[in-house]
């Protein structure tokens, strides 16, 4: 079964992500000097995150402001004008699409230093709303709230993801080679992320999200 498709009887949800997995040898000199490597790339990723108040993790770091992904401005419009403007829906998506890309490097799920704007080896995708026919528009009021189990249960995911990414920093060292299973879980749980920010924070879907790692 590939990678990005979905399992059987299951339906795919509206936001969809997946890593591409490097079946070669990877770079091990910045692979063992990776959060070195990456601070560049870092820096410019938290220019663009402003004050962040909403969680870890690549689907998520939410801003009331400026900068960051945008969720109290599309909230406050999906719920008194029932719009989404689509600048700010095409923001939020480039700028996960953006930090996705960077928690992948950071995870040594790729050698290839992050783009800003080039999607590389990550794939996102979110559907642009058409919030009078798609969106409940009162539900975003308490969409975060109704996520706290999912947050709960990604809290102890994102742990096991850095053991898992321990592990594979010495694989790839040793090897060369990111072992597949270790790399399937943390895709899957940068995945789960993804989909409690589009239906949470980035408000794109009403579907709850499914608790499950795969497709």
């Known amino acids: ?59 998520r770091g939410v ?56 999607r590389q080896s990550v794939s996102l995708e979110m559907p642009y709303p058409n919030v009078q026919q798609d969106l409940n528009r009162w539900l975003p009021i308490v969409k975060w709230l109704l996520a706290i189990p999912h947050l709960i249960v990604l809290f102890f995911l994102f742990l096991a993801a850095i053991v898992c990414a321990i592990c594979a920093w010495f694989a790839v060292l040793f090897t060369g080679r990111y072992p597949r299973g270790l790399f399937d879980f943390i895709t899957g749980v940068f995945r789960w992320s993804n989909r409690v920010s589009g239906y949470a924070f980035v408000l794109v879907t009403d579907e709850y999200p499914p608790f499950r790692l795969s497709p």
């Open 1 to 59: 079964m590939q990678a990005d498709s979905h399992s059987a009887g299951e339906a795919p949800y509206p936001v969809r992500f997946n890593v591409a997995y490097p079946d070669r040898e990877l770079d091990r000199l910045t692979t063992g000097f990776r959060l070195i490597v990456a601070i560049p790339i870092l820096i410019v990723a938290g220019a663009l995150g402003g004050h962040e108040w909403a969680g870890n993790g690549p689907g």
């Open 63 to 118: 801003v009331a402001g400026t900068g960051g992904v945008l969720f109290l401005a599309p909230l406050l419009m999906i719920v008194f004008r029932q719009k989404y403007p689509r600048w700010w829906y095409d923001w939020n998506l480039e700028l996960l699409r953006f930090t996705n890309r960077v928690f992948v490097y950071l995870a040594l799920m790729d050698d290839t230093y992050p783009s800003t704007d080039e």
